[in-house]
């Protein structure tokens, strides 16, 4: 997913599988809120709506790459604008991986002044 992401990858933080449990998930996600680079992690089909929810509230104004099955048959990749994520309109099926590109917030305050 980074490769056709388009985003700066370095640094990248990968995390693998989150946590099953919601609140575990939002505080595992919460430790990566103030740095910047891009953030990776996999979901099953069963808890991909609840973690885009959390990424939805700790990644206001950030782009959101969200692939699944990807290098199979039925690979769809799609990117989002953080506030525009609705998770009751992702499609359950499959394995997926998230991306975060966190850099948006650096850009916006360079920007600023």
Same mark, same amino acid.
């Given at each position: 997913i980074l490769s056709v992401s388009g985003?700066?990858?370095n640094p990248t933080f990968f995390l693998g599988f989150l946590s099953e449990k919601p609140?575990?998930?939002?505080?595992?996600l919460e430790e990566y809120v103030g740095k910047e680079g891009l953030i990776v992690f996999y979901e099953s089909v069963y808890k991909i709506k609840t973690a885009l929810g959390i990424v939805k509230e700790l990644f206001p104004g950030s782009e959101v790459l969200v692939?699944?099955?990807?290098?199979?048959?039925? #690979? $769809? @990749?799609?990117?989002? /604008?953080? #506030? $525009? @994520?609705?998770?009751? /309109?992702?499609?359950?099926?499959?394995?997926?991986?998230?991306?975060?590109?966190?850099?948006?917030?650096?850009?916006?305050?360079?920007?600023v002044s």
């Open positions: 985003f700066q990858a609140n575990r998930k939002k505080a595992e692939g699944r099955e990807l290098t199979k048959a039925h #690979e $769809e @990749i799609k990117l989002y /604008k953080s #506030e $525009e @994520i609705d998770p009751e /309109k992702i499609y359950p099926k499959g394995e997926f991986v998230v991306l975060i590109n966190n850099y948006t917030k650096k850009i916006a305050k360079e920007n």
